[in-house]
T-cell receptor, first 114, second 113 residues
Framework: EPEVTQTPSHQVTQMGQEVILRCVPI?????FYWYRQILGQKVEFLVS????????KSEIFDDQFSVERPDGSNFTLKIRSTKLEDSAMYFC????????????FGPGTRLTVL | GEDVEQSLFLSVREGDSSVINCTYT??????LYWYKQEPGAGLQLLTY?????DMKQDQRLTVLLNKKDKHLSLRIADTQTGDSAIYFC?????????????FGSGTRLQVQP
């Protein structure tokens, strides 16, 4: 069964460093999302992406964040200068079509900022 | 914006039924979802219900929706130890153009053998 994959599973970085989190959505899906979950807190929406541009972003998704679909398969989240409070589990999700019912989530990347 | 609330913890005995409750605030929410998260794993979609339905059953899972009270519940029949996990309720609004999900805090289900 097709699934969303994410790499790495765990990333440790120093405060101020740039990180890139990678996702491979399901191949025929058109809508892509990033969410994050700070330990013990809710899963929060960051950004949605369609047709090579951002569809919507939350207040969390400030200028330190960017997303890209550099080729036909990868979907990346870049954090330009990480802060301690960026430590969280980051989930990628994809959906086949706008009116589709199901967002499929990847296993997540745990980001630890020291 | 949408706010989704859940109780934090539920403990049941193996074989009993579990009922996990959720409330939401945005009456325009069109789809309501239940996701399961096992330790160290991602979010697994269990089931969802469209807002014009009152009930949906899928094997051991029953979802009840009270649209008037904006209340959603997930009933797991014959709960097994493998059902121990965190269960997230999520809502998806339709008409705002935003298709992202708003999640509750999650309910940790502990199944005692």
């Amino acid at each position: 069964e097709p699934e969303v994959t994410q790499t790495p599973s765990h990333q440790v970085t120093q405060m101020g460093q740039e990180v890139i989190l990678r996702c491979v959505p399901i191949s025929n899906h058109l809508y892509f999302y990033w969410y994050r979950q700070i330990l013990g807190q809710k899963v929060e929406f960051l950004v949605s992406f369609y047709n090579n541009e951002i569809s919507e972003k939350s207040e969390i998704f400030d200028d330190q964040f960017s997303v890209e679909r550099p080729d036909g398969s990868n979907f990346t989240l870049k954090i330009r200068s990480t802060k301690l409070e960026d430590s969280a589990m980051y989930f990628c999700a994809s959906k086949k079509e706008l009116e589709g019912n199901e967002q499929f989530f990847g296993p997540g990347t745990r980001l630890t900022v020291l | 914006g949408e706010d989704v609330e859940q109780s934090l913890f539920l403990s049941v005995r193996e074989g009993d039924s579990s009922v996990i409750n959720c409330t939401y605030t945005d009456s325009s929410s069109t789809y309501l979802y239940w996701y399961k998260q096992e330790p160290g794993a991602g979010l697994q979609l269990l089931t969802y219900i469209f807002s014009n339905m009152d009930m949906k059953q899928d094997q051991r899972l029953t979802v009840l929706l009270n649209k008037k009270d904006k209340h959603l519940s997930l009933r797991i029949a014959d709960t097994q130890t493998g059902d121990s996990a965190i269960y997230f309720c999520a809502a998806s609004p339709r008409d705002t153009g935003r298709r992202a999900l708003t999640f509750g805090s999650g309910t940790r289900l502990q199944v005692q053998p």
